[in-house]
């Protein structure tokens, strides 16, 4: 780039500037695009006159993608031209490109909210079982660019086996009290992470997210009995996650916690009570982007 301070603004440099916002900003590829509409137009002379209504255009999805990035809509800092004023040379620009582009799947300016069919989704199994119980939702979006949306902007998908009841006998009260220690699985786009709970991992597969997932299911996180009472360390849950295409191609995600018993108790050997998945999809706010992941609908898939 020759933009520098004293030079001319050559249309190499602003378009240089409008394709990597546009990147962000509009379709994009893989994890870069929010799907917004209104991408910026290229200067399409070297000879051209980029005027000030483009630089402020320019200015304005910069301070967007930040705004929408960072706590409290801090925004990029640069001030937008006024027509008939002179373009100055702004230091900050490609600085600033490429912060947002940094933090291109981060959503920390107005929080995350529970949007389209991704409110809280349960399924759940009564009877009591020996060996292994698993539960399974999955969600489905509309196109595959609308799921990459979704993840882009910095939604994810929770999902927790916490309010299961499961009582009777000990072997269940100490399953239950694993459910409350395993604590929320969080599935982002490029990472994962375990939300609350108590108590040490067995598997923390903190590379696990969306960009990360393949048509197989992926341990996502597990976790064993935190007690010895009645030798039940060996039980165990762990939360699966998978898709129906690799990423970019996919419209189906899979989420799936499985409760593993593995004692060699013969007292007290069955679960009794109610095993609950719950899972809940929380996309982005749209106070400075718009909404262009749709509606996500939750499926129960597997109760068995």
Not at 32 to 43: A, E, I, M
Not at 100 to 126: F, K, M
Not at 137 to 148: E, G, K
Request: with cysteine.
């Amino acid at each position: 780039m020759t933009y520098a301070s004293g030079g001319l603004i050559e249309a190499t440099d602003y378009n240089g500037f409008v394709s990597s916002v546009n990147t962000l900003w509009g379709t994009g590829a893989g994890d870069s695009g929010y799907g917004q509409t209104t991408t910026l137009s290229t200067v399409t002379a070297a000879s051209s006159t980029v005027t000030a209504t483009q630089w402020s255009d320019l200015i304005a999805r910069i301070n967007s993608l930040r705004n929408h990035q960072t706590a409290g809509g801090l925004g990029s800092g640069i001030t937008q031209p006024s027509t008939g004023n002179t373009i100055t040379y702004l230091s900050s620009l490609s600085t600033q490109i490429s912060t947002a582009t940094t933090n291109r799947l981060l959503n920390a300016g107005d929080g995350n909210a529970a949007a389209g069919g991704g409110g809280t989704t349960a399924v759940s199994n009564a009877t009591g079982w020996t060996v292994t119980r698993s539960l399974e939702i999955s969600y489905t979006f509309l196109s595959a660019n609308q799921m990459r949306y979704f993840f882009n902007t910095g939604g994810f998908f929770d999902y927790n086996a916490t309010s299961s009841v499961l009582a009777g006998n000990t072997k269940s009260t100490d399953w239950d009290a694993l459910c409350t220690a395993f604590g929320t699985t969080r599935i982002r786009a490029q990472s994962s992470s375990k939300e609350g709970g108590s108590g040490s991992l067995n598997i923390n597969n903190t590379n696990a997210g969306f960009y990360d997932l393949t048509t197989s299911n992926t341990a996502v996180m597990r976790q064993y009995s935190p007690t010895a009472t009645g030798g039940y360390t060996s039980n165990y849950i762990t939360s699966y996650a998978r898709l129906n295409a690799v990423p970019g191609s996919s419209t189906i995600i899979y989420l799936l916690i499985v409760f593993q018993d593995d004692a060699a108790d013969t007292l007290d050997d069955t679960v009794s009570g109610t095993a609950t998945l719950n899972t809940a999809g929380y996309a982005s706010g749209n106070s400075y982007i718009a909404n262009t992941w749709g509606t996500f609908g939750g499926n129960v898939t597997v109760a068995g």
